[in-house]
């Protein structure tokens, strides 16, 4: 079957040495070690072309597992291009869990499913586990289903079924009922004929555990494996591949896995480095290739990521080289503080518009999605177009969004669509009914919501919880419009998230996102310190949410680190290298060493996505609820070699904190190497009360603390308050009828007020609006 290699064909020219060595060295397991920018989609390209043309296995024989849709699509369009029809006979060319669910549906009934299962979604998951914690007897308030979905996520993604998770984690939820709740849950979804995510990979190395004979059939079905961005594969997905891949049972072990250990940044997400670091263990006399030629950057650019990456003690090695010249030097600028970043990089970026360049081939690149707010405010202040990548403008973010409403609630008491989006955020027993309600008695009346709210809480519409939910708040409302003149806008706006219980929401939310979130809301806060009131804040937001350009002009790249792995720009910014901000001390404080070698890799990854310029900042303070804090070099920029740096300060008459420093002109000699926690950078944890702090120029807790007060609501009567009209055509005496109560009788009248007295369910205040003549 086999056929000599031909050397010449059109796939493997233009290949160099290393590359071509990827696609033609067809037996046994293969690692390709291919760093940023070296082909190696090419080169994985090739090996696949390779395979068909040597006829060494059919093409329905070789599975080819991407982690995305998009990376699997552009596999099989190069590769139909290399060879033709073939490649669209490629069953298994796509995503872990795409493929996973093919062979489960094969096989559904081994773990007690049907094919035709179900595969739900996040918002079907978290109702069910839901409903299981409550059904359970647990306070779903306090144990959310969202935490709880992230632990089993968390299991899964280990392959570890319920009776395997380990006890100190299962007491992670509920005081030790989380292995319990997992395996309700699982039941559940076999009941229902439905899987998560999780559970394609599970379900199918279970069975390939327990059914030696479905393992041996799929080993044999498969000559070869190839797996794309290794380096990023989880626990079950490690499992799956490497049972998949073993020599035993007919397979013939030929795997191939193409990754860079210097680029995994996913451990929040379940990715474990330690997967690639051992690959050559888990498959003995297996070859390993390096992809060290780079097409993308500059020698100044590689030299300056190839010496910070060094400092990392788990990985494997590599030493970036290009035939590029030598380009510019790696650009380092001190500034003063955050808004001079935004403005110096604001100028950087005209000058190079007016130089020709495109907006599309400039980025600027941030650690957490916070710091994107000031670069925003600045953009739109000058005008230059941008765009966010992998997630929302700032003002956009949910949390931000409900932030604002209360605000404009405090600000315009009228505000019907802010009054709709938070009256039950967070939740506080004013569901759909509830507002129904409320819209119901503004409509008839042609009052604004809030004033119907206000109407409808002095009577028994609602019940007695809703109205005490809704006093609570409208009684908070009139509170926080007093202290408008009091406060100034960024404790006000403190104030409010913290007194209507939004705070403490995302506090009790154990997601991954919402240390973000309350980072969010402090950088909110923040911004509101630079305007005169809160009228002139708001005005400013609205302004910025109307600069909507349309997706066809070319603009300007805003994203975080980790959204921006695999792309590359000409010109990339890096602001805010500064410790406590980057390296992230939240990830040092939960991950320890481990963490910061993370860190570190999201370092190399920013300073490797740029072509031609690399620039890098760091402020000399930071501003913290109005009080300006000492910010300290990223211990990173230590790590770069000066031969390779330029610096740059625009701090007045001073010289360069790398000239400065010390004798030995170690620019950050200061930094006690491995430790780096300088004054102000305190530890960002949403679970320690603490909502926000300097590591996040945010808020502390301790500075916004405000005595308890007690809710009250104003006494005046109704009708004076809100405006009520009274109807003419009810008397007392009259027979009324009541969507609710029933048929009743009208005993008395108070503005547009009605007590009545119903048959079945006794006197009653209620508005005139919900009633009808009898």
């Not at 939310?509 to 402090?522: H, V």
Request: charge should be neutral; include cysteine.
């Amino acid at each position: 079957m086999a056929s000599p290699p031909v050397p010449n064909h059109p796939w493997l020219q233009g290949l160099n040495p290393p590359q071509l060595e990827a696609a033609t060295a067809l037996d046994g397991p293969i690692l390709v070690l291919a760093g940023a920018g070296t082909g190696k989609t090419r080169a994985l390209t090739a090996r696949l072309a390779q395979i068909l043309a040597e006829r060494r296995a059919w093409p329905s024989e070789i599975l080819a597992v991407t982690f995305t849709n998009k990376a699997a699509a552009e596999m099989r369009q190069r590769l139909t291009a290399l060879v033709g029809p073939a490649a669209e006979g490629m069953p298994f060319v796509g995503t872990f869990h795409s493929i996973a669910a093919r062979m489960l549906r094969r096989h559904a009934e081994l773990v007690g499913l049907r094919s035709n299962f179900t595969i739900l979604d996040t918002d079907d998951v978290l109702r069910l586990l839901k409903r299981i914690i409550v059904e359970a007897g647990i306070d779903e308030k306090r144990w959310p289903a969202r935490q709880l979905s992230g632990l089993i996520d968390r299991w899964k993604n280990r392959a570890e079924t319920p009776d395997k998770v380990p006890q100190g984690e299962a007491f992670a939820f509920a005081d030790g009922r989380g292995s319990e709740l997992y395996a309700a849950y699982q039941a559940q979804l076999l009941t229902l004929n439905a899987a998560d995510f999780g559970d394609l990979l599970l379900h199918i190395i279970n069975i390939f555990e327990a059914h030696a004979d479905v393992l041996a059939d799929w080993q044999r079905r498969f000559k070869y494996v190839l797996v794309d961005e290794y380096q990023d594969t989880n626990a079950a997905q490690y499992r799956w591949l490497t049972l998949l891949a073993a020599k035993s049972k007919g397979g013939q072990g030929n795997i191939c896995c193409v990754g860079d250990d210097d680029q995994s940044i996913y451990s929040w997400r379940g990715a474990e480095v330690a997967n690639i670091l051992r690959f050559e263990k888990d498959f003995p006399g297996a070859k390993t290739i390096r992809l060290e030629q780079n097409y993308r950057s500059t020698p100044h650019i590689l030299a300056a990521a190839a010496h910070v990456i060094a400092h990392n003690q788990g990985r494997l090695g590599k030493t970036l080289w290009t035939s590029l010249d030598s380009g510019e030097k790696v650009q380092v600028t001190s500034i003063w503080d955050g808004p001079e970043e935004a403005r110096l990089v604001g100028e950087k970026i005209e000058r190079l518009l007016r130089e020709g360049v495109q907006p599309s081939d400039i980025a600027i690149l941030v650690r957490a999605s916070f710091q994107t707010r000031e670069f925003e405010d600045r953009f739109i202040s000058i005008g230059l177009p941008y765009r966010i990548v992998g997630g929302f403008r700032f003002y956009e973010r949910a949390e931000i969004r409900d932030a604002l409403a209360y605000l404009r609630l405090v600000a315009q008491p009228d505000d019907g669509l802010a009054f709709e989006r938070i009256v039950n955020v967070p939740k506080r027993g004013l569901g759909d009914k509830a507002q129904s309600t409320i819209q119901a008695h503004a409509r008839s009346t042609g009052l604004s919501l809030p004033a119907a709210a206000q109407a409808i809480v002095e009577t028994e519409e609602l019940s007695p919880a809703a109205r005490r939910s809704l006093a609570e708040l409208l009684a908070g409302l009139r509170r926080w419009r007093g202290q408008i003149d009091q406060l100034d806008q960024g404790a006000l706006a403190q104030a409010v998230l913290e007194e209507s219980g939004y705070v403490a929401m995302l506090e009790a939310d154990r997601s991954a996102e919402a240390a973000g979130r309350l980072d969010n809301l402090a950088e909110l806060v923040r911004a509101m310190e630079g305007f005169p009131d809160l009228q002139a804040f708001l005005e400013h937001v609205s302004l910025v949410m109307e600069n909507d350009r349309t997706d066809a002009e070319a603009k300007v790249t805003m994203m975080t680190l980790h959204a921006a792995k695999g792309l590359e720009f000409d010109h990339v910014f890096l602001p805010g290298w500064e410790e406590g901000l980057f390296p992230s001390q939240r990830s040092l404080d939960e991950g320890g060493a481990a963490a910061l070698e993370e860190e570190r890799r999201l370092a190399y990854v920013g300073i490797t996505r740029a072509r031609r310029r690399a620039t890098i900042l760091h402020a000399q303070n930071r501003r913290v609820y109005g009080q300006w804090t000492s910010a300290i070099p990223s211990r990173f920029l230590a790590e770069l070699p000066p031969e390779h740096v330029e610096m740059h300060s625009t701090l007045t008459g001073g010289a360069s904190l790398w000239r400065a420093a010390t004798q030995n002109d170690d620019p950050f000699a200061h930094l006690e190497r491995g430790k780096g926690r300088g004054p102000g950078w305190e530890r960002a944890s949403a679970r320690s009360g603490e909502w926000a702090n300097a590591t996040s120029g945010g808020l502390n807790r301790q500075t916004a603390a405000r005595p308890a007060r007690t809710v009250t609501l104003d006494a005046r009567p109704l009708s004076s308050t809100v405006g009520g009209v009274a109807r003419t055509d009810l008397r007392v005496g009259d027979r009324v009828f009541h969507a609710k109560f029933g048929m009743g009788t009208v005993k008395g009248q108070d503005g547009n007020k009605l007590e009545i007295e119903f048959d079945q369910a006794g006197t009653k205040m209620v508005l005139d609006s919900f009633v009808s003549p009898g």
